[in-house]
T-cell receptor, first 110, second 113 residues
C-alpha cells in the first residue's frame, strides 16, 4: 500500500464545473496536509494547507480533511482552462519527512 | 515566486560523474529539504537540513549528500551518477522541521547519459 495515494487521472471537467480531487494516506499519525499544483515542466506551487478536520476555503479552492477516514480532498469551483495541471497531495506526520502522492492530472475543457 | 532559487536550471552529465546542485532558501526560512522527482512521479524526499545539520533522510544511498551554510543556503551533491539519477531535483524551504509549509524553488533538471 502506497503511503499517499491519488488517482492518476486524467480527470477531465468542462470549464465552469467543479473539479474534485481525492487523496488517501496510510499513516494515522499524519498532521499536516498540503495540495500543490504543478504545471508541466515547472516546480510544485502551494495551493492550500489544512491541519484540522473539516473544510478550509480559499477563493475557488476548498480543502476537505477527514482524519477518521484518512482522506483529504481538493475542490476547485468554476474550473478554468488555466487550472489544467497536475495536483499533488502531500502529507506530513509532524517530523522532517513530507510524503507526496504521484499526482492527479486535471484537464479543464474550454 | 516563492523566493527560493536553484542553480543551475539544467545540467547534462555522464555516468560516473559527480554533480553539485545549489539552493537559496526563502528569506527567514531556516530549513531546506531536497526532493527528486522522476517523470510522472511525485517528489521523493531525499533529506532535510536544519541549522547546518542533516535533520532526516529518505531512502537514498550515501552517494547523495548535502550541506547547509550559515545563511541557510544548501547544496546537494551526487557522486557516481547513474542513469536513473536523471530527474528534476527540487529544493524546498520552510520555517521549521515539524511539517510546516514548504515552498519550492524552480528545480534543476539533471540528465545523466
Amino acid at each position: 500500500q502506497k503511503e499517499v495515494e491519488q488517482n492518476s487521472g486524467p480527470l477531465s471537467v468542462p470549464e465552469g464545473a467543479i473539479a474534485s480531487l481525492n487523496c488517501t494516506y496510510s499513516d494515522r499519525g499524519s498532521q499536516s496536509f498540503f495540495w500543490y499544483r504543478q504545471y508541466s515542466g515547472k516546480s510544485p506551487e502551494l495551493i492550500m494547507f489544512i491541519y484540522s478536520n473539516g473544510d478550509k476555503e480559499d477563493g475557488r479552492f476548498t480543502a476537505q480533511l477527514n482524519k477518521a477516514s484518512q482522506y483529504v480532498s481538493l475542490l476547485i469551483r468554476d474550473s478554468q482552462p488555466s487550472d489544467s495541471a497536475t495536483y499533488l497531495c502531500a502529507v506530513n506526520t509532524g517530523g522532517f519527512k513530507t510524503i507526496f502522492g504521484a499526482g492527479t492530472r486535471l484537464f479543464v475543457k474550454a | 515566486e516563492t523566493g527560493v532559487t536553484q542553480s543551475p536550471t539544467h545540467l547534462i552529465k555522464t555516468r560516473g560523474q559527480q554533480v553539485t546542485l545549489r539552493c537559496s532558501s526563502q528569506s527567514g526560512h531556516n530549513t531546506v529539504s531536497w526532493y527528486q522527482q522522476a517523470l510522472g512521479q511525485g517528489p521523493q524526499f531525499i533529506f532535510q537540513y536544519y541549522r547546518e545539520e542533516e535533520n532526516g533522510r529518505g531512502n537514498f544511498p550515501p552517494r547523495f549528500s548535502g550541506l547547509q551554510f550559515p545563511n541557510y543556503s544548501s547544496e546537494l551533491n551526487v557522486n557516481a551518477l547513474e542513469l536513473d539519477d536523471s530527474a528534476l531535483y527540487l529544493c524546498a524551504s520552510s520555517l521549521g522541521t515539524s511539517g510546516e509549509t514548504q515552498y519550492f524553488g524552480p528545480g534543476t533538471r539533471l540528465l545523466v547519459l
